[in-house]
């Protein structure tokens, strides 16, 4: 199967080539041809399964014929992060090079004049966040009734993040009669109930069982102590070849207090979290996808979707769930080394709920260990606070 034969023209085609696509992926294959008949599309893909493509290839297709009017987009992408969206732009841009779209791209953190200033040239494709949207709305600067096709991208994480209402709002703007494709790395009943709003008589596409992590994936564990977890960090950096990585934290403090002691130690790093202007981000963003610094120490505004190339390790800070939280548990908590793979459910339930720690309270200090609803057992060897005190060689250190 090639990029025509799924009904994309010769110049859709010649761009994918000159990215070096050679064959669709799963869910361009089932996707494409049923964007292009107009059918409203109702997918489940994780990110890296090329879900971008999906639907920016035929929406470029679509929106070829016709042009924008001032003010008046003709598509509208909604992202949750303001990285997601300024990626579907960028892939958006690459794709639509034989072709003569224009595109917005409407994010927080960035200056309004020159957003408004391409509105008002007209656009065919808008990008956008929706806090950032609705106040390009409230002050008139944009009219949606003139949108065709509307994406809703990463629905769970807009669940997630509380942006539904946001979303509803905007679709309440939208014209009925349009094409809605509406995507979501799970299709949870939650999601399914959901968008029921949104869709009409989908084609429902799946290409992932609900909730799996890639096979590319191999996840660890390694067990430590909250004192210990910054050296056992730095050793796992060392040990293992690690060309770069991302290091999720639970709370914005503390990254910072991690990329400061990862540079004392020499190690090179940068931050990404939501207090950072967006200009900070995109610039740390970029060091870290251009090879320039190999560890980024982001929260979980970095936790889903974003596409680095060649990306070798990714690591979370894990507590398990206090079930005291006493200030005595807090002010003792030290959430700053890490170690084991993230899901995005997981890190969100323990930014909001994980308030103590695991180890240092009962594991190999005398004190008597407290059971976790669904903790694994302790491995045998866990007195210590670091890999070397531990002797505990994670697994995958033996591959
Ligand atoms: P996405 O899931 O849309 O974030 O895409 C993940 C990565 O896959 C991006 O780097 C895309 O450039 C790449 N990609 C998308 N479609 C294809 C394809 N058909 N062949 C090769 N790479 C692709």
């Known amino acids: 199967m090639n990029f025509s034969e799924l009904g994309l023209c010769d110049e859709l085609s010649q761009a994918v080539a000159d990215l070096g696509y050679t064959a669709p992926t799963p869910i361009q294959e089932k996707s494409i041809p049923y964007v292009l008949m107009g059918r409203d599309i109702l997918g489940s893909a994780q990110t890296g399964t090329g879900k971008t493509a999906s639907f920016t290839l035929p929406m470029i297709e679509i ?71 609705l106040d390009h709305f409230e002050r008139g600067k944009v009219l949606l009734t003139d949108v065709k096709i509307l994406v809703i991208d990463e ?144 929260s979980d505004v970095a936790a889903r979707g974003l596409d680095i190339a060649g990306l070798s390790r990714l690591a979370e800070a894990k507590d398990a769930p206090a079930k005291s939280k006493g200030k005595a548990a807090k002010a003792k908590a030290d959430k700053s080394g890490v170690d084991g793979e993230k899901t995005t459910k997981a890190a969100n339930s323990n930014e909001k709920k994980a308030d103590g720690e695991r180890g240092g309270r009962g594991r190999g200090r005398g004190r008597k260990a407290e059971a976790h609803p669904g903790e694994l057992p302790p491995p045998p060897d866990c007195k210590g606070d670091t890999l070397h005190d531990t002797g505990h060689v994670p697994a995958f250190l033996l591959r």
Not at 96 to 111: C, R, W
Not at 121 to 133: E, M, Q, W
Not at 183 to 201: E, Q
């Open 63 to 133: 929106l070829a014929s016709g042009r924008a009017k001032a003010r008046l987009p003709r598509s509208l992408i909604l992202a949750p992060t303001r990285e997601l969206a300024a990626q579907v732009a960028d892939s958006f841009e690459k794709f639509s090079t034989y072709h003569k779209l224009s595109m917005a791209l409407l994010i927080g953190g960035v200056s309004f004049a020159d957003q408004n200033a391409a509105l008002d040239k007209g656009v065919d494709v808008l990008i956008a966040t929706p806090g950032r949207l």
């Open 155 to 298: 629905a769970d994480r807009m669940l997630d993040m509380g942006f539904i209402p946001d979303v509803e709002r905007i679709v309440g703007l939208l014209p009925p009669l349009r094409q809605t494709l509406f995507f979501s790395a799970t299709l949870s009943d939650d999601i399914k109930k959901l968008s029921d709003k949104f869709v009409s008589n989908p084609k429902v596409i799946e290409v992932a069982p609900p909730a799996s992590t890639a096979d590319t994936v191999a996840q660890h564990l390694t067990w430590t102590s909250p004192k210990g977890k910054r050296e056992a960090l730095r050793s796992l950096l060392n040990s293992e070849d690690v060309k770069n990585a991302v290091i999720f934290c639970n709370r914005k403090r503390d990254i910072s207090t991690l990329v400061t002691s990862l540079k004392r130690h020499n190690f090179s790093a940068v931050a990404l979290h939501g207090d950072m202007t967006q200009s900070a981000r995109l610039e740390a963003l970029q060091k870290f996808k251009d090879g320039e610094v190999p560890l980024m120490i982001a």
